[in-house]
């Protein structure tokens, strides 16, 4: 089985409260990856979910990022429109912080009941935060799981903090596919 996991697609990250020119860029991509994905019936599709509270700017993320974003209820939180069809049919994994510690559970669950996952891929936002954090997960849940990041399908809150955490990856033996194919280059 091959899992995809869409980090953090989300209206606040794309046009939002923490829009960036490079997350709108890679709209198109990660939609047509979803859809090559949806189509392979052995490809299971697993989106996560940025979700705080009204009272994260008191919380040690909103101490350092004090930007109100992905309020749990609000038009913010939700999927983009490009990819609500997608996620509607998917599972949607809510993290309250950068990695989602239920996801690895998930997946660690999954290979124990017999799912044996030969290969995840993640893709979406932001590469430099959501998307490292939880490649770093996954690789400590399924040590043994080949693991990329489709680099032309996530943005970092800078190109130049993209590249750094592409390269961080790769030094934690993720590969990392379709490098210098994102849009903005």
């Known amino acids: 089985m091959k899992i995809l996991i869409v980090v953090d697609m989300q209206n606040d990250f794309v046009t ?7 997350a709108q860029m890679i709209v198109p991509n990660v939609a ?3 859809k090559r994905a949806a189509e392979d019936e052995s490809c299971r ?11 994260y700017l008191k919380t040690e993320e909103g101490i350092h990022l004090p930007v109100e974003h992905c309020i749990n209820g609000t038009w913010g939180h939700e999927i983009i429109e490009e990819l609500k069809d997608c996620a509607a049919d ?5 993290k309250e912080t950068f990695g ?7 997946l660690r669950g999954m290979e124990k009941n017999g799912g044996h996952i030969g290969s ?19 690789k400590a849940f399924l040590p043994d799981t080949h693991i990329t990041v489709d680099a032309a399908c996530c943005a970092g809150v800078t190109p130049a903090s993209h590249e750094t955490a ?3 990856m790769q030094g934690c033996q993720i590969e990392v596919i379709n490098r210098g194919s994102e849009p903005w280059k």
Not at 90 to 94: D, S
Not at 100 to 106: D, H, I, R, W
């Open 120 to 138: 995840v891929e993640l893709i979406g936002l932001c590469t430099d935060i959501c998307v490292i954090s939880n490649a770093l997960l996954v």
């Open 90 to 94: 998917g599972e949607v994994c809510r």
């Open 100 to 106: 989602a510690v239920k996801l690895g559970e998930m």
């Open 16 to 22: 939002g409260a923490l829009k960036n020119e490079q």
């Open 166 to 168: 592409l390269d961080a």
């Open 32 to 34: 047509a990856k979803l």
């Open 45 to 55: 599709i697993i989106f996560t979910a940025d979700t705080h509270t009204a009272g």
